[in-house]
């Protein structure tokens, strides 16, 4: 039913195996893959494609008269330059303009500027992804692009060219669409048996982007900080979509068994993950599950209530989250409102990053125990450090130990550099905690930064 071409790790296909896929690949995915060459691409670049997770940058917008006149001149040019070489009898150089001028005009009717990805995507979708079928009117695009003002469309074809000299979009394509498999870009990279430097990384994570545009490949929850796993989208209804490898699943199924305080959360779990998402051994290390939560808590997973001790904070699946949990316990594979919210929210303008609000909420502390540090020494005069450090500590309710770190000198910030504490940092900082945020600038000369 499958043979398959060792040297290159493609497929070929037979009728038989078509028959096979059409039952058990997920329906409108497998349409697709048989479209594949066959939709015009002033179709394929409206389809309305959309694309998940925390760093999606491939979105279009509508064009402006600006843009409009753009194209505009640079077509007039062309015909001008057009009827020269008609006149000379250059036939090879006149089919090439021919070509470009054929680009503005599709450009310009499509009636929005695309993203150069979107541009991609619709390319394959009209061609087929293979390097003799998108090099050349790739080229194309890219020489076209170059002679309007403002560009053709956002972004840059840079990344698609790269990988198509590789051919990436029909290998990667081919090795997913083999079998229900979950990769990442490195394991990708290993299949197909390229170094797995970050310049490959990369090009084959763009790659998965321009597929994911098409429809053809299902973004993953994360194995590591930055790196999704894919798998093909015929195989999105199969159990190699279940994210056990990622941390933000691991502690969600956690909750899901009780409540739990957040100082236990942030205890060692096991998971199957990478080295990148906890220790070499898979042991999630405490910073990496504190940020995890924080993801829970922005996607409405999880929530969080004062203890009836009165010291700490618990957290405890939300409403939401124990619905998706009921519903994914009846599934054989990630459900997928489950899935998107695994994926990230995108952080809205001026948000901080989860390792920010860390960050936020360790000055916090800092601050509020320095604070009372002082007031106490001013209030029993010269007495010794650890009379001063005793006496905070079984007020606030913070552990000796930490409250005498601080005592000593220690900072939160100690790995921050001073340029990006004063200059990004502590004003946003000062916007979201005007009190704590005075105190830090009366008090940052103390730290030593």
Same mark, same amino acid.
Not at 50 to 69: C, L, M, W, Y
Not at 163 to 184: C, E, G, N, T, Y
Not at 260 to 286: C, H, N, T, Y
Not at 314 to 325: D, F, M, P, T
């Given at each position: 039913m499958l043979r398959v071409v060792a040297a290159e790790q493609h497929f070929i296909p037979d009728a038989a195996y078509f028959v096979h896929m059409a039952h058990v690949h997920h329906k409108d995915s497998h349409a697709i893959v048989q479209q594949l060459g066959r939709v015009t691409f002033q179709d394929a670049i409206k389809?309305?494609?959309?694309?998940?997770?925390?760093?999606?940058?491939?979105?279009?917008?509508h064009a402006s008269p600006k843009d409009a006149a753009a194209i505009a001149r640079a077509i007039e040019k062309y015909q001008t330059k057009i009827s020269q070489l008609a006149r000379s009898g250059r036939r090879s150089q006149l089919a090439a303009w021919n070509a470009r001028a054929r680009v503005l005009s599709v450009m310009r009717s499509i009636g929005f500027k695309p993203h150069a990805n979107h541009v991609a995507a619709a390319l394959a979708l009209e061609r087929g992804l293979s390097e003799?079928?998108?090099?050349?009117?790739?080229?194309?695009?890219?020489?076209?692009?170059?002679?309007?003002?403002?560009?053709?469309?956002?972004?840059?074809?840079?990344?698609?060219?790269?990988?198509?000299?590789?051919?990436?979009?029909?290998?990667?394509?081919d090795l997913l669409h083999r079998a229900p498999q979950a990769m990442s870009s490195a394991e990708i990279a290993k299949q197909l048996e390229l170094p797995v430097t970050r310049r490959?990384?990369?090009?084959?994570?763009?790659?998965?982007?321009?597929?994911?545009?098409?429809g053809l490949t299902y973004k993953l929850p994360a194995a590591e900080?930055?790196?999704?796993?894919?798998v093909h989208a015929c195989h999105q209804n199969t159990a190699e979509t279940i994210p056990e490898w990622n941390l933000d699943w691991n502690v969600l199924s956690r909750l899901s068994q009780k409540p739990q305080k957040i100082s236990e959360l942030?205890?060692?779990?096991?998971?199957?993950?990478?080295?990148?998402?906890?220790?070499?051994?898979?042991?999630?290390?405490?910073?990496?599950?504190?940020?995890s939560f924080l993801r829970l808590k922005k996607s409405g997973l999880v929530s969080v209530r004062s203890l009836k001790s009165g010291f700490g904070m618990e957290a405890y699946l939300s409403k939401r989250g124990r619905n998706l949990l009921?519903?994914?316990?009846?599934?054989?594979?990630?459900?997928?409102?489950?899935?998107?919210?695994?994926?990230?929210?995108?952080r809205a303008e001026g948000e901080l990053k989860e390792t920010d609000v860390l960050l936020l909420n360790r000055v916090a502390k800092w601050a509020a125990i320095h604070s009372a540090l002082a007031r106490e020494q001013r209030a029993i005069g010269a007495a010794s450090l650890l009379d001063c450090v005793n006496e905070v500590s079984k007020r606030s309710g913070y552990r000796h130990s930490v409250v005498y770190g601080i005592a000593?000198?220690?900072? =939160?910030?100690?790995?921050?550099?001073?340029?990006? @504490?004063? !200059?990004? $940092?502590? =004003?946003?900082?000062?916007?979201?905690?005007?009190? @704590?945020? !005075?105190? $830090?600038?009366?008090h940052l000369g103390d730290t030593g930064k």
């Amino acid at each position: 039913m499958l043979r398959v071409v060792a040297a290159e790790q493609h497929f070929i296909p037979d009728a038989a195996y078509f028959v096979h896929m059409a039952h058990v690949h997920h329906k409108d995915s497998h349409a697709i893959v048989q479209q594949l060459g066959r939709v015009t691409f002033q179709d394929a670049i409206k389809f309305p494609l959309e694309r998940f997770g925390s760093r999606v940058t491939s979105q279009k917008r509508h064009a402006s008269p600006k843009d409009a006149a753009a194209i505009a001149r640079a077509i007039e040019k062309y015909q001008t330059k057009i009827s020269q070489l008609a006149r000379s009898g250059r036939r090879s150089q006149l089919a090439a303009w021919n070509a470009r001028a054929r680009v503005l005009s599709v450009m310009r009717s499509i009636g929005f500027k695309p993203h150069a990805n979107h541009v991609a995507a619709a390319l394959a979708l009209e061609r087929g992804l293979s390097e003799e079928a998108l090099l050349p009117v790739v080229n194309c695009f890219l020489t076209a692009n170059k002679h309007v003002e403002g560009g053709l469309f956002i972004g840059s074809l840079t990344q698609v060219h790269s990988s198509l000299k590789q051919d990436l979009p029909k290998r990667v394509h081919d090795l997913l669409h083999r079998a229900p498999q979950a990769m990442s870009s490195a394991e990708i990279a290993k299949q197909l048996e390229l170094p797995v430097t970050r310049r490959n990384r990369a090009l084959i994570t763009h790659t998965l982007g321009v597929l994911d545009l098409m429809g053809l490949t299902y973004k993953l929850p994360a194995a590591e900080s930055t790196y999704y796993k894919w798998v093909h989208a015929c195989h999105q209804n199969t159990a190699e979509t279940i994210p056990e490898w990622n941390l933000d699943w691991n502690v969600l199924s956690r909750l899901s068994q009780k409540p739990q305080k957040i100082s236990e959360l942030s205890l060692p779990i096991k998971f199957r993950g990478g080295i990148m998402a906890g220790s070499p051994d898979g042991l999630a290390v405490d910073h990496s599950t504190k940020l995890s939560f924080l993801r829970l808590k922005k996607s409405g997973l999880v929530s969080v209530r004062s203890l009836k001790s009165g010291f700490g904070m618990e957290a405890y699946l939300s409403k939401r989250g124990r619905n998706l949990l009921k519903e994914q316990a009846r599934l054989p594979y990630l459900h997928h409102e489950l899935r998107l919210a695994l994926l990230r929210l995108p952080r809205a303008e001026g948000e901080l990053k989860e390792t920010d609000v860390l960050l936020l909420n360790r000055v916090a502390k800092w601050a509020a125990i320095h604070s009372a540090l002082a007031r106490e020494q001013r209030a029993i005069g010269a007495a010794s450090l650890l009379d001063c450090v005793n006496e905070v500590s079984k007020r606030s309710g913070y552990r000796h130990s930490v409250v005498y770190g601080i005592a000593s000198g220690q900072i =939160p910030w100690k790995n921050v550099s001073p340029d990006r @504490l004063q !200059k990004k $940092l502590l =004003p946003q900082f000062i916007m979201r905690e005007p009190v @704590l945020g !005075k105190y $830090l600038k009366e008090h940052l000369g103390d730290t030593g930064k």
